[in-house]
């Protein structure tokens, strides 16, 4: 079964996904230990009722068909029959849009466990205390269905993807340290520099 937070480290980088549910390496900073204080702090409030909506945290979910598992942060019954899942976030808004497909693959879950459309989810980001809602529709639906066969295929090969080229995403990933992208792009610019001098020097040559 593969994780749903596997959706949410692949989508912001194949490599931090692969470092962490493959080979076991995790780092926290201080972005990683509030979201866990934040998460634990929804953990523990059980479940809400009130007139309108039925509330329940900390929801484990699962998806057999796709081979998905995890846990929804708060997921709200509505009287009138709607299924709202809610993802916590710590911190505004990002560019990033793996958290929606995090939040997406949490609806595929639940509507096969209770047989129910879930048609809409958002993320609530605690530093702005507002909700942001996502629209379910097909092309997200499709996208988990592609994503979950590359993932089940870079959990099985366990082969480490080359990390991303991209300043910020990785100068705000706990695991900058041990992934060292800036070190292996390095690496391999001199590696294509001593060949582009060697393919020159074998022209001359010939």
């Not at 709202?84 to 505004?92: F, Q």
């Not at 993320?123 to 499709?142: C, F, M, P, T």
């Amino acid at each position: 079964m593969i994780p749903l937070s596997a959706f949410n480290h692949f989508m912001y980088c194949p490599r931090r996904c692969y470092l962490i549910h493959v080979e076991g390496e995790f780092t926290d900073n201080v972005h990683t230990l509030l979201g866990t204080f934040e998460h634990e702090r929804v953990d523990q409030i059980g479940h809400k009722v009130n007139t309108d909506v039925h509330v329940e945290y900390a929801l484990p979910v699962w998806n057999r068909r796709l081979g998905l598992s995890g846990k929804c942060d708060a997921v709200e019954f509505h009287s009138e029959g709607v299924i709202y899942p809610v993802e916590h976030k710590h911190g505004e808004r990002r560019r990033w849009i793996n958290d929606d497909f995090q939040l997406a693959a949490q609806a595929m879950c639940l509507e096969e466990m209770l047989g129910r459309p879930v048609e809409k989810g958002a993320i609530y980001h605690y530093q702005s205390r507002r909700r942001r809602e996502l629209i379910i529709d097909l092309s997200l639906r499709n996208i988990i269905e592609d994503t979950a066969v590359q993932i089940r295929q870079l959990l099985k090969e366990k082969l480490r993807p080359q990390p991303i080229k991209d300043k910020r995403r990785c100068s705000g990933c706990s695991l900058h340290e041990i992934c060292q992208p800036e070190m292996i792009h390095s690496s391999h610019k001199l590696l294509q520099m001593n060949q582009c001098l060697f393919d020159d020097s074998e022209e001359v040559y010939l």
